[in-house]
């Protein structure tokens, strides 16, 4: 009986890769769309050093190596249209106990709990256009930005229907805050390039079940254009 090979491609049962499930989904025009409301927000979630310095940290990581352009070029859409952008970023206290059980699988000078408030690995890549005057900037300790931080209150302040996710990892905070975002009743868009994972299998296995279950998944392209039109309205 021959047996599927476990490659660098990630095959799976069937013969196909992530990438090429991913594909067929996005594939199918009959697929119904939550779509855009009315008012978006930009949600970029954990574009911080520790995860975008390949040259520095083993935690970072890349899918699309112009991700952060892109994440720019939407958040300054956003703005121009009058619709807020926020910024999250994981940090702990110089102990790390505020990491709580998540923080003691491991303890290397590279683990979730080492990431210390005002360190290297904590601050927001200085590639990001950050406008901080008017853009909100959070500290979150778990993978959702929703959880205890004051974004749901921000964005009903601002009378938000629609949230756009960018960052990473796919897998991981940006998939939380989908299944929060969707969970609050906010019509969820995940721009393709603009988030990342360690290894496209994770990255493309979650977009595919993103697009199935929880987001609209959609080029960023499709994303730019809407900002382009909604600016002014």
Known sequence: ???????????LSDGKTARQLFEEVMSNPARNKFGFGSKAAVV?????????????FKTAYETDPRQIEYVNTISNLARDAGMPVVWTRVGYMEDGSDAGIWGTRTNTPDSLQNIKIGSRRYEFDERCEIDHVRDAVYTKRMPSPFFETPLQS???????DTVILTGGSTSGCIRAA???????????????????DKHESYHFA????????????????????????NSGK
């Open 154 to 160: 921000y964005l009903v302040w601002h009378k938000v």
């Open 206 to 229: 979650n977009l595919t079940d993103l697009q199935l279950k929880y987001a609209d998944v959609e080029p960023v392209q499709t994303v730019i254009d809407w900002f382009k039109a």
């Open 1 to 11: 009986m021959s047996e599927t090979p476990i490659i660098g491609t990630y095959m």
């Open 44 to 56: 970029n979630i954990d574009i911080q050093n520790a995860y975008t310095r390949l040259d520095e």
């Open 178 to 196: 989908a299944v929060d975002s969707l969970s609050r009743g906010y019509r969820t868009i995940v721009p393709i390039e603009c988030v990342a």
